[in-house]
C-alpha cells in the first residue's frame, strides 16, 4: 500500500495538468473570439470604389417645392412676397464662397456674369469642347483625346456640385424659395452626368478601337490592290 499514495499524487497531478490545458485552451479560445468580434465592431464599411459618388445639396424641406407655382409674386419670394428675387440674392456672400472654393471651374464657366471678355473665353472653350466631342462621335479622337475631354467636363460637374453643397450648406436659408427647384435640379443633372462617364469613356475607346481596326484592314486592302502583279 506504500504505492497507493505516490500513485495518488500523480493522479491528482496529471489532473491538474489536464484541468490548466483545459482552462487555458478555453481562455485563448475566448481571447481569440474576443478579438474577431472587436475587429469586426471596429472595421469600417468598404467603401465602394465608385468614381462618381458625390454628396447633392440638402435643401430645407420647407423650401423644397416639388411643383413650381405660377404666381409670380410667390416667384418673387413666395416668404415675401414684396422682396425682389435679386435682392434675396443680394445677401448672400459669393465673395466668401470663392474664397472657400477658389480653384473652382464653376466661377469659370457657369457663374452668372456680364463680362464680355469672360463670356467670350467661355464661349471659346465650349467651342473647343464641341469639336473634341464631335471626334469622339466620329471615333476618330485618340484615347488620350478622349480622356483629356471627359476630365474636363469631370471637373465641370465635380466643381458645380461642390458649389451647390456649399451653397446649401452655408447660405440655403437665404436662397429665394423659388429658385430652389432649379439648383435641385442642376445638381440632379450633373450628378447623373458623372454616373455615366465612365461607361460612355469605355464606349467611346471601343468605338475607337474598332474604327481603327477596320481602317487599317482597309489600307492593307488597298496597298493588296495598288501593288504591281508578279512577273512571269
Known amino acids: 500500500m506504500r504505492g497507493s499514495p505516490r500513485l495518488a499524487v500523480g493522479v491528482v497531478a496529471i489532473l491538474f495538468v489536464v484541468a490548466v490545458a483545459v482552462v487555458l485552451r478555453?481562455?485563448?479560445?475566448?481571447?481569440a473570439r474576443n478579438r474577431t468580434v472587436g475587429a469586426a465592431t471596429n472595421e469600417k464599411p468598404a467603401v465602394p470604389r465608385?468614381?462618381?459618388?458625390?454628396?447633392t445639396p440638402t435643401w430645407r424641406a420647407d423650401l423644397d417645392d416639388r411643383e413650381p407655382s405660377e404666381d409670380q409674386d410667390y416667384?418673387?419670394?413666395?416668404?415675401n412676397p414684396t422682396l425682389d428675387t435679386a435682392a434675396?440674392?443680394?445677401?448672400?456672400?459669393f465673395d466668401e464662397i470663392r474664397r472657400a472654393l477658389p480653384d473652382s471651374?464653376?466661377?469659370?464657366?457657369?457663374?452668372?456674369?456680364?463680362?464680355?471678355?469672360?463670356i467670350a473665353e467661355r464661349q471659346r472653350i465650349r467651342d473647343e469642347w464641341s469639336a473634341q466631342y464631335a471626334k469622339i462621335q466620329a471615333n476618330t479622337a485618340t484615347d488620350e483625346e478622349i480622356d483629356a475631354y471627359?476630365?474636363?467636363?469631370?471637373?465641370?460637374?465635380?466643381?458645380?456640385?461642390?458649389?451647390?453643397v456649399y451653397l446649401a450648406d452655408h447660405w440655403g436659408n437665404d436662397v429665394p424659395r423659388s429658385e430652389i427647384g432649379a439648383l435641385k435640379l442642376a445638381g440632379q443633372m450633373h450628378l447623373a452626368k458623372l454616373e455615366e462617364m465612365p461607361?460612355?469613356?469605355?464606349e467611346a475607346k471601343e468605338r475607337h478601337a474598332a474604327h481603327e481596326a477596320a481602317r487599317q484592314a482597309w489600307l492593307e486592302q488597298q496597298k493588296q490592290f495598288a501593288s504591281?502583279?508578279?512577273?512571269?
Open 150 to 164: 471627359y476630365a474636363a467636363q469631370q471637373q465641370l460637374s465635380n466643381d458645380y456640385l461642390e458649389f451647390l
Open 50 to 55: 465608385v468614381p462618381n459618388a458625390h454628396r
Open 199 to 202: 461607361r460612355r469613356i469605355a
Open 105 to 118: 471651374m464653376y466661377w469659370k464657366m457657369a457663374f452668372p456674369t456680364k463680362d464680355p471678355a469672360l
Open 75 to 79: 416667384k418673387a419670394d413666395p416668404l
Open 88 to 93: 434675396a440674392w443680394g445677401r448672400i456672400d
Open 26 to 31: 478555453r481562455v485563448n479560445a475566448e481571447r
Open 228 to 232: 504591281p502583279p508578279p512577273a512571269n
